[in-house]
């Protein structure tokens, strides 16, 4: 089945460093969401997007709506080793059915 | 309850052997959905209901699958005569509105075919 392009596939990081990922798409998008996944549990929504352009805090992540409604963005700010996981992109084109990309996997170095 | 609820959270199915996944959603959701993901894969849709409707199944993989809301809240998933590459997590999620939403997962059931 179709699943969106997320990078990096997975990265290292040093704790307390800033983390950065992306999903992108070739279809337009209305909405976009952003999931956590630890292991052997389900996916936890972290940020929701509804407008081109959104910008939207929750703590230390931060996600961007793309302009052309084609890409999404993912921060997090001075991460923890807690923030180890698989992280998920979701778009969303006006119905029901949520297309998830295909995973960044950030493991934290304490 | 809390949140989604699914059982079992672990089964092991003999190949041809048929398997019924159960979901309990958020109280009062609309809306009810399952997904499939495989190891290292993000999820798949499967299926989605709105109450006991079931408005889309072009997700499901093949006719031995088979949902149901009979109810429009408690919802299963069956499998049919299992296969090896049926084996996955089995994800359910709802929500409380039918479009532009945000919906929230179960831990899964991960069902192994031997």
């Known amino acids: 089945g179709q699943q969106l392009n997320q990078s990096p596939q997975s990265m290292f990081i040093q704790e307390g460093e800033d983390v950065s990922m992306n999903c992108t798409s070739s279809?337009?998008?209305?909405?976009w969401l952003w999931y956590k996944q630890d292991p052997g549990e389900g996916p936890v929504l972290l940020i929701a997007?509804?407008?081109?352009?959104e910008l939207t805090s929750n703590g230390r992540l931060t996600a961007q709506f793309g302009i052309t409604r084609k890409d999404s963005f993912l921060n997090i700010s001075a991460s923890i080793p807690s923030d180890v996981g698989i992280y998920f992109c979701?778009?969303?084109?006006?119905?029901?059915?949520?297309?998830f990309g295909t995973g960044t996997r950030l493991k934290v170095l304490a | 309850g809390a949140g989604v609820s699914q059982s079992p959270r672990y089964k092991v199915a003999k190949r041809g052997q048929d398997v019924a996944l159960r979901c309990d959603p958020i109280?009062?959701?609309?809306?009810l959905f399952w997904y499939q993901q495989a190891l290292g894969q993000g999820p798949e849709f499967l299926t989605y209901?709105?109450?006991?409707?079931?408005?889309?199944k072009s997700g499901l993989p093949s006719d031995r699958f088979f949902a149901e809301r009979p109810e429009g809240s408690v919802s299963t998933l069956k499998i049919q005569r299992t296969q090896q590459e049926d084996s996955a997590v089995y994800l359910c999620?709802?929500?409380?509105?039918?479009?532009?939403?945000?919906?929230?997962f179960g831990q899964g059931t991960r069902l192994t075919v031997v």
């Open positions: 999620a709802s929500s409380s509105l039918t479009t532009y939403t945000e919906a929230f």
């Open positions: 279809s337009i998008f209305n909405t």
């Open positions: 997007l509804y407008k081109a352009g």
């Open positions: 979701a778009g969303q084109r006006g119905t029901y059915k949520y297309i």
């Open positions: 109280s009062g959701h609309v809306s």
């Open positions: 209901f709105q109450n006991e409707a079931q408005l889309d």
